[in-house]
């Protein structure tokens, strides 16, 4: 099982730039390859304005126990109030 879990509680703007830092945990048994991490940043009534998404690890994996960081960005646009995180995609070795 893979869990994400944003790191501090706001999201950070560096000049024209929402950005968003996340935790990537390994809580199963495998080693995981090629997690894909998908950013959903949404304004305060939860519509989605806008996506990013970033490989958490590569080839190189994600052992049990192990967590990886990762960070998340979308252009600056003031409606956005949160983003919630998701795993969508991975490889089991």
Do not use: H, Q
């Not at 960081?69 to 991975?90: A, G, Q």
């Amino acid at each position: 099982e893979i869990t994400t879990r944003l790191v501090g509680s706001e999201m950070c703007i560096r000049d024209s730039i929402y950005y968003i830092n996340a935790t990537i945990t390994n809580n199963g048994r495998r080693t995981y390859t090629f997690i894909e991490v998908k950013g959903k940043f949404k304004n305060s009534s939860g519509t989605i304005l806008d996506t990013d998404w970033t490989y958490a690890v590569g080839s190189e994996g994600l052992e049990p126990g192990e967590s990886a960081t990762i960070r998340l960005s979308v252009s600056k646009n003031y409606n956005i109030s949160n983003c919630s995180l998701e795993v969508y995609d991975y490889e089991k070795d």
